[in-house]
Antibody, heavy 119, light 109 residues
Framework: QVELVESGGGGVHPGGSLRLSCAASGFNFGNWAMHWVRQAPGKGLEWVAFISHDESHKSYSDSVKGRFTVSRDNSKSILFLQMNSLTGEDTAVYYC????????????WGQGTLVTVSS | EIVMTQFPATLSVSPGERATLSCRASQSVNTKVAWYQQKPGQAPRLLLY???SRATGIPARFSGSGSGTEFTLTISSLQSEDFAIYYCQQYSTWPPEFTFGQGTKLEIK
């Protein structure tokens, strides 16, 4: 069955960087667009980034544009999120999600990885 | 940015009763709306896409309607496992700039 497993979260100081990974299995990863979504503690969901199946299209929320970079390695079925210039507002659980095929519906979700930005 | 507004913020309903949750978009999103359910400590789960289509394995008691700017999620007869937070999401924009509503907490009355 489809499985998405995020890793790479942890504590980081303001201004620091982290690279999140999302290992995918149970489907042909290279055929599907992927997303990153985050959820600050006790808050709602915030869409963060999108990447098409072949990396031809990438898109970001205004809150992370210029600081975060989404990428993928289809040969290894891994999705990445490089996060730079982190601030306390980036503290959240980060989820990766597989698109449904309509470039927008988030069908399968990982369990998330917690990123804490604090001095 | 398209703003999605959900109401009410909290809805108290008794088991077995019907629950109606609403979501309004700040501009037309056609039917490009999805609904998700999230329980404490869990990842969200897709319920509906394209405003009214149920995802695989979602019970028939969950239904959706709407187009343009007004959308509704209806749960026809609430079961104990349905008490959770529900989010709407629009995906009408290209390049993608998707947005979620702030959520409706469905609690037991």
């Amino acid at each position: 069955q489809v499985e998405l497993v995020e890793s790479g979260g942890g504590g980081v100081h303001p201004g620091g960087s982290l690279r999140l990974s999302c290992a995918a299995s149970g489907f042909n990863f290279g055929n599907w667009a992927m997303h990153w979504v985050r959820q600050a503690p006790g808050k709602g969901l915030e869409w963060v980034a999108f990447i098409s199946h072949d990396e031809s299209h990438k898109s970001y929320s205004d809150s992370v544009k210029g600081r975060f970079t989404v990428s993928r390695d289809n040969s290894k079925s891994i999705l990445f999120l490089q996060m730079n210039s982190l601030t306390g507002e980036d503290t959240a659980v980060y989820y990766c999600a597989r698109d449904y095929g309509d470039y927008g519906t988030l069908y399968y979700w990982g369990q998330g990885t917690l990123v804490t930005v604090s001095s | 940015e398209i703003v999605m507004t959900q109401f009410p913020a909290t809805l108290s309903v008794s088991p077995g009763e019907r629950a109606t949750l609403s979501c309004r978009a700040s501009q037309s999103v056609n039917t490009k709306v999805a609904w998700y359910q999230q329980k404490p400590g869990q990842a969200p789960r897709l319920l509906l896409y394209a405003a009214s289509s149920r995802a695989t394995g979602i019970p028939a008691r969950f239904s959706g309607s709407g187009s343009g700017t007004e959308f509704t999620l209806t749960i026809s007869s609430l079961q104990s496992e349905d008490f959770a937070i529900y989010y709407c999401q629009q995906y009408s924009t290209w390049p993608p700039e998707f947005t979620f509503g702030q959520g409706t907490k469905l609690e037991i009355k």
